[in-house]
């Protein structure tokens, strides 16, 4: 009787040590989305073949279907997995009020969210309808990759977390649209066009749009990245400190309408590089020329 205790007490302490051994292969697991499910997230038709279940908190979602046309993921509760993939697909997600949360960030080339991933890869993601909470979210990863993220509607909320990154790699072109009162908001040095080559953009417009950046952007990059930002038609963009880097970057405000940049401490422009329009800079009213044909500041 004695022992037979005391094997029960060895088999319960292996089974508490068993879910952690489980989290960390199914961290490694993706799950790709399939063709005929009726589009709800939950469907355990929708995650491959023998009904797998939809990913949970300790799983990557996928998509790399190349659907011809965007198809929609519906929501039909919260959702919270480590990471989600958009490789060669055109996904809108749905979200019915909900909110989708990733959690787990390893680096910028592993983030929580990833659009466009390896080379020749184009993700197209759209949002409506709901919240996402990201740790850190990477468009266009590596060369000659290619990403797109389009907010829409103003119950859409996006938190990009840390170190928001629109264009990564060399040949790499990415995009962000923050449209019809939808918004934006990050933490850490966003970057749009960051190595060489790469190209991005950042597009705040209609009434109520707005992106909020805690801490600076660089709009492209010292290396040779180049970047846009356009705020235009009633959208507001905010920023710790702006710097746009190169003759081939620039911001554009478009004062008809209202739209508007506040930078909270240094407008930076360097070598050719060019902003337009309404700024106001809340802290210091500075204007950083760098070397060569200095930057250009008009409006």
Not at 175 to 199: K, R, Y
Not at 282 to 289: P, S
Request: net charge positive; aromatic share 8%; proline share 1%.
């Amino acid at each position: 009787m004695f022992k037979g205790w005391r094997l029960v007490v060895l088999v319960l302490v292996l089974a508490s040590a068993h879910p952690a051994k489980s989290a960390q292969r199914f961290w490694d697991t993706a799950h790709f989305w399939g063709f005929l499910c009726g589009g709800q997230f939950s469907n355990v038709d929708c995650w491959g073949a023998g009904g797998i279940p939809a990913p949970g908190n300790v799983d990557i979602a996928t998509w790399n279907f190349a659907h011809a046309t965007t198809y929609s993921v519906l929501f039909g509760a919260s959702v919270t997995n480590q990471k989600a993939r958009i490789r060669t697909d055109d996904i809108l997600w749905d979200l019915g009020g909900k909110t989708y949360t990733l959690t787990q960030d390893n680096s910028v080339t592993d983030p929580s969210l990833a659009i466009g991933i390896s080379n020749g890869e184009t993700g197209r993601l759209s949002v409506r309808n709901g919240s996402v909470n990201s740790a850190r979210t990477v468009l266009a990863i590596n060369g000659s990759s290619n990403g797109f993220l389009t907010l829409n509607g103003s119950a859409t909320t996006f938190n990009a977390g840390t170190g928001l990154t629109v264009g990564y790699w060399e040949y790499s072109r990415a995009g962000v649209s923050v449209l019809g009162g939808s918004s934006l908001t990050s933490s850490g040095t966003a970057a749009i066009g960051f190595h060489a080559t790469a190209s991005g953009s950042v597009t705040v417009g209609g009434s109520g749009s707005n992106w909020i950046a805690s801490d600076d952007v660089n709009v492209g990059s010292s290396s040779g990245g180049s970047g846009k930002l356009a705020v235009h038609s009633g959208a507001r963009m905010r920023a710790g400190a702006v710097t746009v880097w190169n003759g081939a970057s620039s911001i554009d405000v478009t004062a008809n309408g209202g739209g508007t940049v506040n930078v909270i401490g240094q407008l930076g422009l360097q070598a050719g590089a060019r902003a337009t329009s309404l700024f106001t800079i809340i802290d210091k009213a500075v204007v950083l020329i760098g070397g060569g044909a200095g930057g250009i500041l008009s409006g």
